[in-house]
């Protein structure tokens, strides 16, 4: 790892300003950080860690019901908190291991966009919004294909705010080395309709299966969607799995998810 | 390099460190404290586990000055001062839950995390739980018979293996 010195502000404003200069990097968890570090695949020279900022803290419900969490709440915190959206603090309690989810946090995940990351099927499935310290954005604008969203240089997420669905449930197919998601499926059913987000599985990351959206929104039933199944075209094929085979469990997460939607 | 200021094992200590320098190379090389092991340096093995704060973490992901001001507990602080073993420790003794005993500090700090969660764990609960600390040498069964004695349930019907 390369050196580099770090800085523990105490408010928003205090992290953007120490983020405007060009070698700096916001720390999370430093669950993903910590070892891109290690591995040299980044080199800032200064790390703000945002850990002393209780306005990144708590979890709470707003005036429209939607459940507001603050990006530096972690894994242990949403499952443990976020009662009032059950199949997202079900996804929390499923990432990584306990000590991984005590320090990990949703900004950080939300903001990385791992392909294989859990969170942000949750993102895309509720329809949630990201708020940043300057707007907010919607789940359907924010991510931008495999480790990239529309955050600009120095912009940190400081909230995400989800609607709760009427039924909703995350099934992920464990990778059991990484223990991210092989393929993970999440599925939201709202008055307006169904929303399925895949993780896992695109080269382009976490993407939505309108296919399977539109059956659902006629039926939300695991028969409704038997017929279909999703396009290998773009998929991961790596040592654990083709696309092929990221394609067919694509089909059978999401008929186990609506089984399991609660 | 920037001074450093936390309780460890319910002692203060300071050192200087660099912003790289993570916890449990403070702990090994600026303390002496050898007990916590780094068995992958990748975030995987949980044999680096400490807690801080209370909190189960592993410290080979964390920065020795994000635990500024913070209580950290390691292997060492776990058996008391005349060297009797916790509850844990001697479960793990008596039902050969360790064999070369690499990863056993890290199992023992993931133990005692479980415990104060969840003071009768199934074995499916252990297993999930200990998903984050990996035995080279065990196959895990002594682990979890051990765990199931330290947490007072009947292990006499697990055959020993
Ligand atoms: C063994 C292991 C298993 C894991 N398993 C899973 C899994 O099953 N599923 C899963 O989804 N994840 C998994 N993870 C990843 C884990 O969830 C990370 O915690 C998460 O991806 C990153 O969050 P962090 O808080 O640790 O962020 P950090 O590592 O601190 O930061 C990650 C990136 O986000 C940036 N960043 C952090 N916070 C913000 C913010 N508020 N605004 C803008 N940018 C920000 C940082 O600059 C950095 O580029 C695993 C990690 C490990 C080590
Ligand atoms: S050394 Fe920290 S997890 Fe393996
Ligand atoms: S006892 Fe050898 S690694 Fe667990």
Redesign the pocket.
């Known amino acids: 790892m390369y050196n580099f010195e770090i800085e523990k502000p105490t408010t928003i404003d205090g992290a953007v300003a120490a983020l405007a200069s060009d070698e700096a990097?916001?720390?999370?968890?430093?669950?993903?950080?910590?070892?891109t570090l290690k591995a040299r695949l980044a080199a800032p020279e200064k790390l703000i860690s945002?850990a002393g900022i209780t306005a990144?803290q708590g979890i709470s419900t707003d005036k429209s019901g939607r459940v507001c969490i603050g990006?530096?709440v972690t894994?242990t915190g949403v499952t443990n908190e976020a009662a009032a959206y059950p199949a997202l603090a079900a996804l929390a309690g499923?990432?990584?291991?306990v000590a991984?989810r005590n320090?990990?946090?949703i900004?950080?995940?939300v903001?990385?966009n791992?392909p294989s990351?859990?969170?942000p099927a949750a993102v895309l499935a509720s329809g949630a919004v990201v708020v940043t310290n300057t707007r907010e954005i919607a789940a359907d604008d924010f991510f931008d294909g495999m480790f990239t969203t529309a955050?600009d240089e120095g912009?940190?997420?400081?909230q995400l705010r989800f609607p709760v669905p009427k039924q909703a449930a995350y099934v992920k197919f464990k990778q059991p080395a990484?223990?991210?998601?092989l393929v993970g499926v999440f599925v939201a059913r709202f008055a307006d309709g169904v929303r399925v987000a895949v993780t896992g599985a695109s080269e382009e990351g976490v993407f939505r299966w309108s296919e399977a959206e539109k059956a659902l929104s006629g039926d939300f039933s695991a028969k409704a969607i038997a017929g279909l199944s999703a396009s290998a075209d773009g998929l991961i094929g790596d040592a654990h799995g083709s696309p092929d085979y990221r394609a067919h469990l694509i089909g059978v997460l999401t008929a186990r998810a609506v089984q399991a939607a609660g | 390099m920037t001074k450093v200021s936390l309780s460890l094992n319910g002692k203060p200590v300071s050192g200087k460190v660099e912003g790289r320098t993570l916890l449990a190379d403070f702990l090994r090389e600026g303390q002496g404290l050898t007990g916590t092991h780094i068995g992958c340096d990748t975030?995987?093995c949980g044999a680096c586990l400490v807690h801080v704060n209370g909190d189960l973490v592993k410290s080979c992901?964390m920065f020795a000055l994000e635990a500024e001001g913070c209580e950290v507990t390691t292997i060492e602080g776990v058996a008391a001062g005349d060297g009797t073993l916790s509850g844990i420790q001697d479960a793990f003794r008596e039902h050969h839950g360790l064999q070369c005993g690499f990863c056993t500090p890290g199992m023992v700090m993931s133990t005692a995390e479980l415990l104060k969660i969840n003071p009768k764990p199934s074995e499916a609960d252990i297993r999930d739980h200990l998903e984050?600390n990996i035995c080279r040498c065990t196959g895990y069964h002594n682990i979890i018979k051990a765990i199931m004695a330290a947490s007072g349930q009947d292990v006499s019907g697990i055959a020993a293996e």
């Open positions: 990097q916001a720390l999370a968890g430093g669950q993903t950080l910590i070892p945002l990144l990006a530096g894994h499923q990432i990584g291991d991984v320090r990990g946090t900004g950080g995940s903001a990385n791992d990351a859990c969170y955050l912009e940190i997420v400081t990484s223990r991210f998601a | 975030s995987q992901t984050g």
